[in-house]
Nanobody, 113 residues
Framework: QVKLVESGGGLVQPGGSLKLSCAASGIAVSSGAMDWHRQAPGKERELVATVSTRGSTVYADSVKGRFTISRDNAKNTVYLQMNSLTPKDTAVYYC???????WGQGTQVTVSP
């Protein structure tokens, strides 16, 4: 059974940083592409970043240059480093396994003065 558990969300001021973690079990994060998605209130869920099995990355235009997705195969964990946060980044952030179609439960990120 695949389980993805996100952590690291919270309240941060504009311009601040957070690092999200997605700990996986039942699947090796190196065995398939892993995504971070987010869903803001009243909006559809959107793809934020992807890391492929080869380590290549793709980012949404809205986060390019500010967010970094990475993977630690030894810890079986995927990360999302978020810098220069703005209120528009406020959302629930979800980890997603492309290979299995599994979602985590999400972690809330709130950017507010």
């Amino acid at each position: 059974q695949v389980k993805l558990v996100e952590s690291g969300g919270g309240l941060v001021q504009p311009g601040g940083s957070l690092k999200l973690s997605c700990a996986a079990s039942g699947i090796a994060v190196s065995s398939g592409a892993m995504d971070w998605h987010r869903q803001a209130p009243g909006k559809e869920r959107e793809l934020v970043a992807t890391v492929s099995t080869r380590g290549s990355t793709v980012y949404a235009d809205s986060v390019k240059g500010r967010f970094t997705i990475s993977r630690d195969n030894a810890k079986n964990t995927v990360y999302l480093q978020m810098n220069s946060l703005t209120p528009k980044d406020t959302a629930v952030y979800y980890c997603y396994s492309v290979r299995t179609g599994s979602w985590g439960q999400g972690t809330q990120v709130t950017v507010s003065p």
